[in-house]
């Protein structure tokens, strides 16, 4: 089925900043369109004044409800792709002409044409790299209206293992320059040596040089102050930029300070006039592995404690919003991340500024497949002819965030198992080099045998990352000889939030084997039971993971699979299941019981986390875990009886009880040298009464317009207990100017478009995304539901 998209443009112009009603582009939707039509939507003197109103960044699928029918299926997300077309009409001033102006798109998926004024000005072929087009021979100026039009095919699927989501999905802008320029592809800042005492910090750079002029560029590095710690100045009689500062006492970038300074680039004339500048953030920090001692940062010992992360945002699909990825990173961060995997493609720019300002480094990764597809249309087939220059916008693009510490050539990929893959490796491993000789290039394997892995033979990588197969860790030593090497994908646990199935004595893998293409033998309801006890035949629990990284100073840390559920992929089901359960939060952004395990395990924090709910039938024998933390022993009690002391274990993460349900209270109390420290108590909850909300916004601003609300509701007993054994219908209207952009509960069944204002709770917690327009007013959310309709402040967090 292909669906065809109609929508204005809209940018973001650099010099400038809009209200969020100058946001507001033309949008209109189909399912079939001639040719002869596609062939008017890239002319400049096409009608498009009856297409509907969308805002950039854009994704089209997210929209739709969820369904079997889609060719992209329930691996893709069950969401439509398609054929999107998008218009913007705009002027450029007279005073701008002579200017070299530019059109830069954060990323679209999938295939991208672009035309400005009628003339075509190329394809684009990878979905989610940055790219520009140069708009000036094209441009009118004075008051003769430019058009440009970009057409997004996402229409041949299955092309992707995840949800991709379709259209222009991250931010797009003009660029004005004049036409004496720095080309900022080609800014590079690398920081050479490092120490407490002194660091330098190494500039190369490239000036578009019409006519080879004298020119002079000035160099000034501030700290977060603006005071200046160096400066220089360098005559400029070639087009390229080499020269190194040098500042005493650096204030170093970490995963604990991340410090960051300023570099200030001017380019002028030979008569002190401006011609153009360019402002580069920079962290001072250096990293290092080690075949023995794992890695370092600033040459401390330093144990990765990671998570891989997928592009979609849960409700908004894959449309960025850079205050919603700062909520999942501040999460993650919470619960100890200091790592993230960006899999298995390259991430949207605010990504890693975020990374940079939080302290949280990245595995930076390209490529999820070569030459050999994973799907009949995926990245396979422009793989021969675009891979290098991918790789080099990939490494231009991300090379100055200090956040990156790696670059990933690939993960599982097919060429291991066959002598291409050796080819390929040194190719691509020798020519990110060339681009950045300051980082390791590592690849995600799964072949632990070295005579067998063909990507490991080429011995260019500087790292190999290993995923899963946690019961060879001791023989990869010995196979893969002086390598350093980190646990690149772990776990692929299994969990819906909120059940509580009855345990089993080992671990359930749910497929059993790969001769399983779903479970056979899950629950009817299609949820997985949030104990720690399933997982997928290739991976293992989240506590026998960690476990094994943690024992084992040679590996440099762990990634696990994943740090939130993501749409798409939804082993062990088949559909109605439509997105992953291996989150340790959900996709709404609830945190699943094994987050508490993970924030006892990797922050001093202290933790006493209790599960699970006391709602049960009598008789029922319930399995009672508690996750903590600073402490030497825990011990429950039911109704104020003590039911014993628990602890962990060399190979037991959480304390355990088996306890016959009686209604009433459960309490665990952590102790330490014999004293009482901390309390946790879960207690019998009635009927659902109330709904209990929580706004957070403040948390997640990023200074930018379209920041983001967001409104936790949970249901609550009239004595303000949880309520996880019912659940109800609500809806979520705004008041003037404040827009409903999605919803969603986490359960990876529901079918419901995650767009809809009206949700039903699972597990007694629903999610509200929510943005607040330049216009609103009152800024109300109002919540209704069968126990009546309350209205929220959004500005106040309750």
């Known amino acids: 089925m292909t669906r065809i998209l109609y929508v204005f443009l809209f940018f973001l112009l650099s010099t400038a900043s809009f209200g969020q009603n100058q946001r507001q582009i033309s949008f209109n939707e189909g399912w079939s369109f001639s040719l002869a039509d596609e062939l008017q939507f890239r002319r400049e003197a096409y009608n ?6 969308v805002s950039l960044p854009h994704d089209w699928s997210i929209l739709s409800d969820f369904g079997s029918q889609f060719p992209a299926g329930n691996a893709g997300g069950a969401l439509p792709g398609g054929v999107g077309w998008y218009r913007k009409s705009f002027q450029v001033a007279t005073k701008d002409k002579g200017q070299h102006i530019s059109i830069h798109f954060g990323g679209a998926y999938r295939y991208t044409e672009v035309w400005i004024n009628g003339q075509y000005l190329g394809k684009h072929t990878n979905g989610y790299l940055s790219f520009s087009h140069d708009l000036s021979p094209y441009l009118y100026y004075g008051g003769k209206t ?25 931010d797009v802008y003009l660029r004005y320059q004049q036409q004496t320029h720095f080309f900022s592809e080609e800014t590079f800042v690398s920081t050479p040596t490092v120490s407490a005492k002194k660091a330098t910090v190494r500039i190369q750079s490239q000036v578009h040089n019409p006519g080879n002029k004298k020119l002079q560029v000035e160099l000034r590095l501030l700290d ?17 930029i080499d020269h190194t500062l040098t500042l005493d006492k650096p204030q170093l970038w970490d995963v604990d300070s991340p410090e960051l300074y300023s570099l200030h680039m001017l380019v002028r004339d030979m008569q002190g006039n401006e011609l153009n500048a360019q402002t580069q953030r920079v962290g001072i ?4 592995f080690d075949v023995e001692r794992g890695f370092s940062l600033n040459g401390k010992p330093l144990k990765i404690l990671g998570v891989c992360l997928h592009h979609d945002l849960g409700a908004l699909g894959a449309a960025f919003n850079k205050s ?32 940079d300002e939080l302290g949280i480094l990245v595995y930076n990764e390209a490529f999820d497949m070569w030459q050999k597809k994973k799907n009949k249309f995926d990245y396979s087939q422009d793989f021969k002819e675009h891979h290098l220059t991918d790789l080099a916008a990939f490494v231009k693009r991300d090379r100055n965030h200090p956040s990156v510490f790696m670059w990933s050539i690939g993960n599982e990929i097919r060429e291991q198992f066959d002598s291409t893959g050796t080819v390929l490796t040194k190719e691509m491993a020798n020519f990110v080099k060339a681009l950045d000789n300051t980082r390791p290039v590592t690849a995600a394997l799964t072949e632990t045998n070295y005579v ?34 980190i646990a690149s994908e772990t776990t692929s646990g299994l969990q819906t939030r909120g059940v509580y199935d009855a345990l089993h004595d080992t671990i359930q893998f749910w497929p059993a084997s790969s001769k399983d293409k779903f479970v056979t033998n899950g629950n009817a309801d299609f949820t997985v039971s949030a104990y720690d006890n399933v997982a997928a035949y290739w991976g293992t629990s989240h506590e026998r993971a960690w476990l094994e990284v943690k024992k084992r100073d040679f590996l440099a840390g762990i990634f696990v699979w994943t740090g939130f559920d993501y749409l798409g992929e939804p082993v062990p089901y088949p559909y109605p299941a439509r997105s992953s359960y291996y989150g340790i939060v959900d996709l709404a952004g609830f945190p699943k019981d094994v987050y508490y395990m993970y924030q006892s395990e990797w922050t001093d924090k202290d933790v006493l986390h209790l599960l699970p709910h006391w709602n049960w039938k009598s008789g029922d024998i319930v399995d009672v875990w508690a996750y903590y933390n600073n402490a030497d022993e825990v011990e429950l009690f039911l109704n104020g009886k003590s039911l014993g002391k628990s602890s962990k274990t060399d190979d037991r993460l959480h304390a355990a009880w088996k306890v016959p349900f009686v209604a009433g209270e459960i309490k665990v109390v952590k102790y330490k040298n014999g004293r009482a420290v901390q309390e946790a108590v879960k207690r019998t909850a009635g009927a659902a009464a109330k709904l209990k909300t929580r706004i957070t916004h403040d948390d997640f601003k990023t200074g930018d317009a379209r920041d983001l609300y967001f409104v936790e509701v949970e249901l609550i007993d009239e004595k303000g207990e949880a309520v996880l054994h019912e659940d109800i219908e609500i809806s979520f209207q705004g008041s003037a100017g404040v827009e409903i952009l999605g919803t969603d509960n986490g359960f990876q069944a529901d079918l419901r478009g995650l767009s809809n204002p009206a949700r039903k709770t699972f597990k007694g917690k629903a999610l509200a995304i929510v943005r607040v327009g330049d216009a609103a007013t009152t800024k109300t959310l109002l919540i209704k539901s069968k126990l009546g309709d309350i209205t929220v402040p959004l500005e106040k967090n309750k």
């Open 146 to 170: 430019n058009v440009i039009a970009v057409r997004v095919d996402n229409s041949q699927q299955p092309n992707s293992r995840w949800y991709s989501g379709s259209g222009i999905y991250r």
């Open 324 to 355: 919603a990825a700062k909520r999942q990173l501040l999460m993650m961060k919470a619960m100890g991340v200091n790592a993230i995997r960006t899999a298995h493609n390259p991430p949207a720019t605010e990504v890693l500024d975020l990374c």
């Open 48 to 53: 498009d004044s009856k297409w509907k109103q």
């Open 452 to 485: 067998k892995n063909f990507i490991a033979q080429a011995e260019a990588l500087d790292v190999l990352g290993f995923n899963y197969k946690f019961e060879d860790y001791d023989k990869l030593p010995k196979e893969f000889k002086n390598v350093p090497l």
């Open 224 to 240: 977060a102050t603006g005071k200046p710690v160096a400066t220089g100045k360098v005559d400029l009689r070639t087009d390229k």
């Open 285 to 288: 920090r250096s990293i290092a």
